[in-house]
């Protein structure tokens, strides 16, 4: 199975909500990882986990708290966002995260829109 | 920071005809990847290359990396509708992640 899975497909929330975006490979990655791309953009790396551990934080904005509960499992937990987050929010794993350069198997990706 | 660029931006061809899109960073490189996003998908991976002056072949498409390891190339032979996309090639950073570049979308004329 060379499949990650993200839910939902489409997410339409107001800046006052709270909402969470998952993400799942049962591929035996111990890297996971967050992007964000906007339209004709090239992805943008948010977060990455290693081991189930915060490896890398770019610098993101506290209304996006990310979490990993266990080796398959991403999650990307979203409050008080602004329009200006509305993007395409897209997963990511690969077999560790290293120099050594593994590919990384992406995610379908969840559509926010934020009014 | 380290900065990945490519050229062109956009390309539009003709069903039949040859497309390169160049990869550029500003730093060294350990190793360069490529993905290709499909319109409206995700980015898929589609080759690494690790040594320099490495050349792949995947069928009609011809990867190339720099003697230097700071560029990186993609030709495609005879383009069908098929190749449509955005070809990103994406390097890692110094903390072990990946710098996307900025991509090239290709569209193919039938």
């Known amino acids: 199975d060379t499949e990650v899975t993200q839910t939902p497909k489409h997410l339409v929330m107001g800046m006052t909500n709270k909402k969470s975006l998952k993400c799942e490979q049962h591929m035996g990655h111990r890297a996971m990882y967050w992007y964000k791309q906007k339209a004709k953009k090239p992805p943008e790396l948010m977060f990455v986990y290693s081991y189930e551990k915060l490896s890398i934080n770019e610098s993101v904005p506290s209304r996006f708290s990310p979490e990993c509960p266990n080796s398959s499992l991403l999650n990307l937990h979203l409050h008080a966002l602004q329009p200006e987050d509305s993007a395409l929010y897209l997963c990511?794993?690969?077999?560790?995260?290293?120099?050594?350069?593994?590919?990384?198997?992406f995610g379908p990706g969840t559509r926010l829109t934020v009014t | 920071g380290q900065q990945v660029m490519q050229i062109p931006q956009y390309q539009h061809v003709q069903e039949g005809e040859d497309f390169t899109t160049y990869c550029n960073s500003s730093?060294?490189?350990?190793?360069i990847q490529w993905y290709k996003q499909r319109p409206g998908g995700h980015p898929v991976f589609l080759i690494q290359l690790v040594k320099s002056g490495e050349v792949k072949k995947q069928k009609r498409l011809t990867f190339q990396f720099g003697e230097a390891k700071k560029n990186s190339s993609l030709h495609i032979t005879a383009t069908q509708t098929t190749d449509v996309g955005t070809y990103f090639c994406a390097g890692p950073t110094g903390r072990r992640a990946l710098t996307f570049g900025s991509g090239t979308r290709l569209q193919v004329q039938p």
């Open positions: 730093t060294t490189l350990s190793n």
């Open positions: 990511a794993s690969s077999r560790t995260q290293g120099t050594s350069g593994y590919e990384q198997y």
